[in-house]
């Protein structure tokens, strides 16, 4: 039988530490390993730049007609997002795949990390959680949140969760 194994993923490098003890500690065989790169959603970025290097066409009085400033819609900035993100992660999904493992990206855009790692696990009905976490104790812990202890507060499956030196 296959275990899913969800492995959230963000822009930090600090995240991605967590790729190599899966690969100690889970073999490839049976195993689909879920990319879950996770990020804000864009808002829209109001209006590309305009460039002033193109030719236009002209007005009646032989004024240039443009340039004109366009709108950047979030679905653009998701589709950008997306891309970059698949790009970034070729090399890695190419190393796991190599190894035997069966890996896939999904892309996902929110402001509420927790409550969607826990709605993806219920969704797609997963086995483990691999994850790093910054373990802060103390005064620190008081003041930034640990999102690894918060999906672990409310999920009832196993998690690997490594704290990476450095």
């Known amino acids: 039988m296959t275990k899913k194994i969800l492995v959230p993923l963000t822009k930090s490098a600090f995240s991605h530490k967590v790729l190599r003890e899966v690969e100690k500690f ?5 195993s689909k390993l ?6 804000r959603s864009p808002k829209g970025s109001g209006f590309a730049a305009t460039d002033y290097r193109s030719d236009y066409a002209l007005e009646p009085d032989g004024e240039p007609l443009g340039p004109k400033a366009h709108p950047v819609f979030p679905s653009q ?3 950008s997002i997306q891309s970059e993100v698949e790009v970034a992660l070729l090399s890695v999904t190419n190393d ?21 790692i826990v709605r993806i696990v219920k969704r797609d009905k997963i086995d483990l959680i691999a994850m790093s976490t910054r373990a802060r104790v103390g005064v620190r812990h ?10 672990l507060e409310q999920v009832d499956i196993p998690m690997l969760l490594i704290h990476p030196k450095g």
């Open 34 to 39: 879920i990319l879950y790169y996770i990020t």
């Open 77 to 79: 900035e998701e589709d």
């Open 26 to 30: 889970i073999p490839p065989k049976d």
């Open 142 to 151: 008081f003041f930034f949140s640990n999102i690894a202890e918060k999906v």
């Open 96 to 116: 796991l795949k190599e190894k035997g493992y069966d890996v896939s990206i999904q892309i996902c855009f929110v402001n509420e990390v927790v409550s969607e």
